[in-house]
T-cell receptor
Framework: NAGVTQTPKFQVLKTGQSMTLQCAQDMNHEYMSWYRQDPGMGLRLIHYSVGAGITDQGEVPNGYNVSRSTTEDFPLRLLSAAPSQTSVYFC?????????????FGQGTRLTVV | GQQLNQSPQSMFIQEGEDVSMNCTSSSIFNTWLWYKQEPGEGPVLLIALYKAGELTSNGRLTAQFGITRKDSFLNISASIPSDVGIYFCAGRRTSYDKVIFGPGTSLSVIP
C-alpha cells in the first residue's frame, strides 16, 4: 500500500491563478479530508467527504472546492489563489469499523501564493 | 462552531521526565484522537479513544477519554529525545462527522 499520496509536494502560484492539489489513497477508506496548517493554528479542516459522491464543508472552506467521484481520489481546487492561501495542505483518509480507527495523513503540499 | 483547546502550548522538559498535556472541547465528542507531527511530515495517529472514561496505552504513551466527554489527556512517561514534536488532539461528535484538530502542544526534550 502506498497510503495517502499528495501531489505536488511544493507549488508557487501567482495571485489569481487556479490549481488542483491531488490526493489519492489505496486503502479503500471512506472518509477523506483536507486540512491547512499555518503556524500556531494547528490543522484547520477545509472540506471532508464520508464517501464517493458526498462532500461537506469544514471550518475554512471559502476559496476551495472539492469533489469525490471515486473512493480513491479527493482533489482540492483553489479557484483564484490569494496570498492568504499560502500554507501547508494535508490530505487525510481514515476507516472506522470494528471499534477501531485507522487514519493516515499524506506528506503535505507546501503552497506559496505570491 | 466546535473548538478545541490544548494546554500547554509548549513544553521544554528534561529527558526522563514525564509529560502531561490536555485537550478541552466546547462540544461533546464520541471519539478522541491523539496525533504526533514531526518537522516536515504529516501527523501520525498515536492513540484513539472511543468511550468516556477509557484509558488506552501505546508504549510509554497513555491517553484518557474524559468522563464529561469534553476533554482528553495524554501522558508520556520517561521522555526521550525522539518524543520531540507537536502533539495534536482531534475529535469528532459522531462516527460520520468531521474530525477537527486542536492547535497543538509543542514538546522539546533536553538531553
Amino acid at each position: 500500500n502506498a497510503g495517502v499520496t499528495q501531489t505536488p509536494k511544493f507549488q508557487v502560484l501567482k495571485t489569481g491563478q487556479s490549481m488542483t492539489l491531488q490526493c489519492a489513497q489505496d486503502m479503500n477508506h471512506e472518509y477523506m479530508s483536507w486540512y491547512r496548517q499555518d503556524p500556531g493554528m494547528g490543522l484547520r479542516l477545509i472540506h471532508y467527504s464520508v464517501g464517493a459522491g458526498i462532500t461537506d464543508q469544514g471550518e475554512v472552506p471559502n476559496g476551495y472546492n472539492v469533489s469525490r467521484s471515486t473512493t480513491e481520489d479527493f482533489p482540492l481546487r483553489l479557484l483564484s489563489a490569494a496570498p492568504s492561501q499560502t500554507s501547508v495542505y494535508f490530505c487525510a483518509s481514515s476507516y472506522s469499523g470494528g471499534g477501531t480507527i485507522r487514519a493516515f495523513f499524506g506528506q503535505g503540499t507546501r503552497l506559496t501564493v505570491v | 462552531g466546535q473548538q478545541l483547546n490544548q494546554s500547554p502550548q509548549s513544553m521544554f522538559i528534561q529527558e526522563g521526565e514525564d509529560v502531561s498535556m490536555n485537550c478541552t472541547s466546547s462540544s461533546i465528542f464520541n471519539t478522541w484522537l491523539w496525533y504526533k507531527q514531526e518537522p516536515g511530515e504529516g501527523p501520525v495517529l498515536l492513540i484513539a479513544l472511543y468511550k468516556a472514561g477509557e484509558l488506552t496505552s501505546n508504549g510509554r504513551l497513555t491517553a484518557q477519554f474524559g468522563i464529561t466527554r469534553k476533554d482528553s489527556f495524554l501522558n508520556i512517561s520517561a521522555s526521550i529525545p525522539s518524543d520531540v514534536g507537536i502533539y495534536f488532539c482531534a475529535g469528532r461528535r459522531t462516527s460520520y462527522d468531521k474530525v477537527i484538530f486542536g492547535p497543538g502542544t509543542s514538546l522539546s526534550v533536553i538531553p
